[in-house]
């Protein structure tokens, strides 16, 4: 089993007294991947975002620089938006990243839960899931072969063209990353691909299900679900004190519980909301 801690490098929406912008919690990030080297934690990962709430719209630079302050640790994206980027960059950057840290870099590909990213990058949100399916086909492509010849509806395309650098590992790990669908854990387990699990709310047991149809579907395309990785993510808060944690977690983890409910039509969260969720049965791990 590994452990490691994954952020958003969260800073303050609006400027003002107290608040955290974008310079200073990048520099906090760095000092936060080192010292999780240095006590021993196995990974690190940085979700890519763009929005103003969210300082990581490019993880791979700041994991970079994280790679010459660490020696060990693991470094990944939590997630990379596959859908909204380009397979060859991805590849080139991470194997970049794999160079620089002596094979520490891994990819999440995720097709993301925000969808700022494709009005950015000029995709179609019809296109949600295929432009994934395909670049994912194509980033798959990119890390088994040096040379690659590719061809997909929603890309140009590639004709025996090679990608390069070549990463320092022999094979880029690359997961899927995933928030509650089940033909995303279908897809995973078929392609025999690690899956890593976000919980952003509910209670853990009814997720569950969700690694049962991944083992299933790898075990149906050949794949053995005993060498295939799980990985479960779900947000935490350590203090002195139980007590002392929740206190401390609950005023700002309500804050952009809130503040994604507005966006997303949610109802607004309570203490006695987020006193259930780090109890036995929930998904919270505060203390």
Do not use: C
Not at 195 to 204: D, F, N
Request: glycine share 10%; aromatic share 8%.
């Amino acid at each position: 089993m590994e452990l490691g801690l994954y952020t958003f490098a969260d800073v303050s929406p609006e400027p003002g007294p107290g608040t955290i912008g974008p310079h200073e919690r990048l520099r906090n990030l760095i000092e936060e991947i080192e010292l999780a080297d240095q006590v021993g934690l196995d990974v690190f990962g940085l979700g890519e975002h763009h929005r103003p709430d969210y300082a990581a719209s490019a993880p791979v630079v700041a994991l970079a620089a994280a790679a010459e302050r660490t020696k060990r640790i693991k470094l990944t994206s939590a997630v990379t938006v596959l859908s909204s980027d380009d397979p060859v960059r991805v590849f080139q950057q991470f194997a970049t990243l794999d160079l620089l840290s002596g094979g520490r870099a891994e990819i999440m590909a995720g097709r993301g839960s925000f969808i700022e990213s494709f009005p950015l990058f000029g995709y179609n949100l019809e296109d949600y899931d295929e432009l994934f399916a395909e670049k994912l086909d194509l980033l798959l492509a990119i890390r088994d072969q040096v040379k690659v010849t590719w061809h997909g509806k929603l890309r140009a395309p590639i004709n025996g063209r090679g990608v390069y650098p070549r990463p320092f590992q022999d094979k880029l790990p690359i997961w899927i990353a995933i928030g509650g669908t089940p033909q995303s854990a279908a897809r995973a387990g078929a392609l025999g691909l690690p899956l890593a699990l976000a919980i952003i709310g509910g209670e853990p047991a009814r997720f569950a299900p969700l690694f049962e149809i991944y083992r299933e579907a790898a075990r149906r395309a050949g794949n053995d679900p005993a060498t295939l990785a799980t990985s479960l993510n779900v947000h935490g808060f350590i203090a002195e004190t139980t007590e002392k944690a929740a206190d401390d977690f609950y005023a700002p983890q309500a804050e952009v519980m809130n503040r994604i409910g507005r966006e997303r039509g949610w109802g607004p969260t309570s203490r006695a909301h987020f006193d259930h969720a780090r109890g036995p049965g929930g998904a919270l791990f505060v203390g």
